[in-house]
């Protein structure tokens, strides 16, 4: 079965070593001409490295910078309301784990790494799908005007996924929740004084900082969708973010404003393609359903998603080269195995952003919680942290291998 899979991001790419390594052959066809973007997610939860285990791809390679993250911390009108240390299921759990999505996958394709069977073609882009008679996805037609065949065409071509438009499939529930805007700080900046994961609730809305996987520091704050970008200087942007952070941290900040850098403004999107696959042509990723950013569930979905996909196209028992309509059936197996966990986690997610929104609009709830904080903190954390364990884990362990 010879396939095409487009979008070499953390699902297309997965899948393309996953399936070319059990001796199929894959065209790995990738639109940029390297896997450098500004929003790449970098944090892997214990369900994201259960998928990157079930593929094969576990250790990581040498030299991809990973760090654990040590923990969570959550501050309302500059007061601790929590902080717990990861791993959240204790000792013997498994940390949410940050890595260098960008190194990762330049090692991943290395073509001196490559399975024999994966030809990547990157800086290609593709303009349409190719039916046959029947109406069957057969290929692609690239922009040069080239034709790729292929028994199966998969579309890891992100949230706006042009397969997904090419077939004519809807994406249902489209929102934007929120926007974000995205800042990193220079290399230069001190060590943050907590080095987990803070999210800060106060006047100036809702902004999470962490330290990345190559040790610098991000700065995510989020706007209404549509509102105007404020046009703030570095000063100003920390002195906003100050007035809403514990005195550690605030601190830190005023020290640290000068190594700020500007914002890139990332829309967020949600929504559900209505259906995953047509005959010959499967999506997976945010191609099917695009995620928020809300605890970094987009790489983590697409890693599963790729995981089921290798397994039921590589399923031993069937009768392979999977073709026709075994081959759809496959389809319809993979989005009916996938589809309520991402259904299921995208509430919880809004979920999540409803409760952050609440704090932010009411002053009235925020300083109450903030006075209130050495007497209930503690409760509310452990409330939080059973909150996230299908945010980590999912619904269910991935199918048994066969």
Do not use: Y
């Not at 040498?62 to 993250?69: D, E, F, H, K, M």
């Not at 009768?319 to 389809?331: M, N, Q, R, T, V």
């Amino acid at each position: 079965m010879g396939l095409v899979i487009v979008g070499a991001g953390p699902c297309g790419a997965a899948l393309a070593v996953a399936l070319s390594r059990a001796g199929l052959a894959v065209t790995l066809v990738e639109a940029s001409a390297g896997s450098g973007r500004t929003f790449r997610g970098e944090a892997l939860m214990p369900s994201g490295l259960e998928a990157l285990e079930r593929l094969g791809l576990l250790p990581l390679p040498q030299g991809v910078p990973q760090r654990a993250l040590t923990g969570w911390r959550v501050a309302v009108n500059g007061r601790n309301l929590f902080a717990l240390h990861e791993p959240l299921e204790g000792p013997a759990g498994q940390p949410c784990t940050l890595v260098s999505q960008q190194a990762w996958l330049d090692a991943l394709l290395r073509p001196d790494h490559r399975p024999v069977g994966l030809t990547l073609l990157a800086g290609t882009a593709v303009a349409d799908l190719l039916r046959g008679p029947s109406g069957r996805v057969e290929g692609v037609v690239l922009a040069d005007g080239r034709q790729l065949m292929a028994d199966l065409v998969v579309g890891c071509d992100g949230r706006g996924s042009l397969l997904r438009r090419r077939a004519g499939v809807a994406l249902q529930g489209q929102e934007r929740p929120i926007d974000v805007l995205w800042f990193r700080f220079s290399a230069a900046a001190d060590p943050l004084p907590d080095g987990g994961f803070t999210t800060l609730v106060g006047p100036g809305g809702l902004a999470s900082l962490f330290i990345g996987a190559e040790g610098r520091v991000h700065l995510g704050w989020a706007i209404a969708p549509g509102a105007a970008t404020p046009q703030l200087n570095h000063q100003a942007w920390m002195e906003q973010l100050a007035l809403q952070s514990p005195p550690d941290l605030a601190s830190w900040l005023a020290r640290n404003s000068s190594q700020l850098g500007e914002p890139v403004r990332f829309s967020v999107q949600v929504g559900m393609a209505e259906r995953w696959w047509q005959p010959g042509l499967l999506l997976l990723g945010d191609a099917a359903h695009p995620m928020s950013p809300v605890r970094a569930q987009g790489i983590n979905m697409a890693l599963r998603d790729a995981a089921i996909a290798a397994e039921t196209l590589l399923n031993p028992t069937a009768k392979l080269p999977l073709s026709g309509d075994a081959l759809d059936g496959a389809l319809a197996a993979i989005e009916a195995a996938r589809r309520p966990e991402v259904e299921l986690l995208q509430e919880l997610q809004a979920e999540e952003l409803q409760r952050g929104a609440l704090l932010e609009s009411q002053p009235w709830l925020r300083q109450l919680l903030a006075m209130a904080a050495p007497l209930v903190g503690s409760a509310v954390g452990t409330h939080w942290r059973r909150q996230q364990q299908q945010l980590r884990h999912g619904i269910a362990s991935l199918a048994p291998r066969r």
